[in-house]
């Protein structure tokens, strides 16, 4: 059998539709995608991704789409392997992902701790370290 791949686009959710991972509940107004309201004791406005956002997002629906390939593919009793095949792609696509939003957050939220110094910095390494831990334990 040969390998089936998944290259199917993801089509924009209309804002206001519930995605998964939505947290919002019958009854709430807001967009579920908007900028979250930064944490306690966060400074600036602007988030690190901010220059690269639409990229981001158009890479965001692309993994979307693959799976939704894999929803598809297994609703079509696709071959196991094949199916694994495309988990590992898109397991890849989102570490590719991660990996692209911690640099961004270390030029522009560390970088910007660090010339503040202070205990803001301290505590922008430390929540980078954690952060480096759980990606390397998926």
């Known amino acids: 059998m040969t390998t089936t791949e998944v290259t199917e686009a993801a089509e924009p959710v209309p804002t206001g539709t519930a995605t998964a991972g939505d947290t919002t509940t019958a009854g709430d107004t807001a967009d579920a995608r908007t900028e979250p309201a930064a944490p306690t004791g966060e400074t600036h406005t602007t988030h690190g991704y901010h220059k690269q956002k639409d990229e981001h997002l158009k890479r965001l629906r692309r993994i979307e789409g693959q799976i939704r390939g894999l929803q598809r593919m297994v609703d ?11 988990v590992s792609a ?17 030029r522009h939220c560390v970088a910007d701790a660090a010339l503040k110094g202070g205990d803001e910095i301290d505590a922008k390494v430390e929540e980078a370290t954690k952060a480096i831990g759980r990606l390397l334990r998926t």
Request: glycine fraction near 0%.
């Open 76 to 86: 079509e009793d696709t071959y196991c392997i094949d199916i694994l095949t495309q």
């Open 90 to 106: 898109s397991t890849k696509a989102l570490q590719s992902f991660a990996l692209q939003l911690l640099e961004e957050h270390l």
